[in-house]
């Protein structure tokens, strides 16, 4: 009878250790506009990408964040500026003329990791749209985006944000080591007793 009571105060421990140690996983796309493989016909509100979590804009500038429309020539459209809320970043949208073309994101995820990807989609527009102008060179935000050191400061932010304090997790660690090394004894003394 003591033999159970143990080894389910054991388990008890286990489960409470596992229960308290942060689940960590980077975020992923749930919805964007344009989608993979999409024809599009008519301009968009906004070209966007959203996540299952909220995502992390520490400075609240957009630093590290970035939507990129190319076209098959490598043209780039748009000014490189994007809106982050939550688990949505978006952007204006500007579109050249019709063909294929490749959608490129980048965000901090809630965890502090930078997550980019990329996909085509098809421009195939059936009215009057206003043709945008391509950039042979990637758009900054008008000057404000020096995406490099954006990146990597984000990204450095983001290190230093989901830097775990491991003075909790020792103790707590610590504390499953002695419940376990006590089960363990008790175990033992009751073997010896039988």
């Given amino acids: 009878m003591k033999r159970a009571a143990l080894i389910g105060a054991a388990a008890v ?43 992390l804009d520490l400075g609240g500038d957009g630093s590290g964040f970035g939507i990129e429309v190319i ?24 579109i050249g003329e019709a063909g294929e073309y490749t959608f ?16 085509a989609f098809t421009w195939a527009p059936t009215g009057e ?8 060179t990637q758009p900054d935000c008008d000057g404000t ?7 990597q400061e984000s990204a450095d932010e ?15 660690g610590g504390a499953a080591v002695a419940v376990i090394v006590a089960v363990g004894a008790a175990l033992l003394l009751t073997r010896r007793r039988s």
Avoid: K
């Fill in 13 to 55: 421990a286990l489960v409470a250790m596992g229960a308290a140690a942060p689940a960590v996983a980077h975020n992923y796309l749930t919805a964007s506009n344009p989608v993979a493989g999409e024809t599009l016909t008519e301009l968009p509100a906004e070209f966007f990408v959203t996540t299952n979590d909220a995502l």
């Fill in 71 to 94: 076209d098959a020539d490598g043209l780039y459209y748009g000014d490189g500026c994007v809106t982050v809320g939550g688990s949505t970043m978006s952007t204006v949208p500007a």
């Fill in 104 to 119: 490129v994101y980048q965000f901090v995820s809630a965890d502090g990791h930078t997550v980019s990807d990329e996909f």
């Fill in 129 to 136: 749209f206003d043709v945008a102008e391509g950039s042979a």
């Fill in 145 to 151: 985006l020096a995406r490099e050191d954006a990146v």
């Fill in 158 to 172: 983001s290190a230093e944000a989901a830097a775990v304090d491991l003075g909790p997790v020792l103790w707590i």
